[in-house]
């Protein structure tokens, strides 16, 4: 089988990165995935929607050309996400995505505004570390608990906010390829919570 594991930054799955609990559990995530897809290709994407669609279709692509070239069988979105009702560090595996920053507008463009994904492919993998399955909404920035987008949303129901699960999810579906999505709860959708989103607030350019 070829699989592509996509994830957004190095940090998520390095080992040798001084990290909290939470990276380690994406780590030990990983570890998971490799026994039982060994040869896995690890794609990093970069943070947010258009680096995660820009990689990934030049990893599916090159995949696709190698010499043993065939259709790639699985892609597996791997990495943190915020939660405003889940407990930090609990492993997911998505239910489906939604483009959440579409769904309010009622894009007249193409409509896959939802996607489902691949539950089956992985659960068994990571069955030990007790996944809950939810939905991953995708956003085109970080997301705070008290953004009016959320409001909608009743309190009981639980999902995990991301930035790049959607647009991979998008360019797989496209190349008809399934996908997978497993993340670990990083933050109440608090960046304080979240030590690297204060980094990179901190390196984006300041308004005049």
Known sequence: ???????????????????????KTVNIVLKCLMTCFPGATVVVTGIGNTLATYNT????????AEKDAG????????????????????????SHVVDFDRVPAQSQGDERLVLPLATGAVVSCIRHLAPIVVPVLSFNRFIGARDPVLQKIPAHVRFVADME???????????????ASVKVVSDNLDPRQYDDSIGYLRRLPRRP
């Open 71 to 94: 259709p790639v069988d699985l892609v597996i979105n791997l990495g943190m996400a915020g939660s405003p009702n889940l407990e930090i560090g609990t492993v997911v595996i998505g």
């Open 165 to 179: 699960a959607f647009s991979e999810a998008f360019v797989a579906d496209s190349f008809g390829v399934p996908v």
């Open 57 to 64: 279709v030049r990893a599916m692509l090159a995949m696709r």
């Open 1 to 23: 089988m070829k699989i592509l594991v996509l994830t957004a930054t190095r940090d998520e799955i390095a080992e040798d990165f001084p990290t909290p609990p939470v990276r």
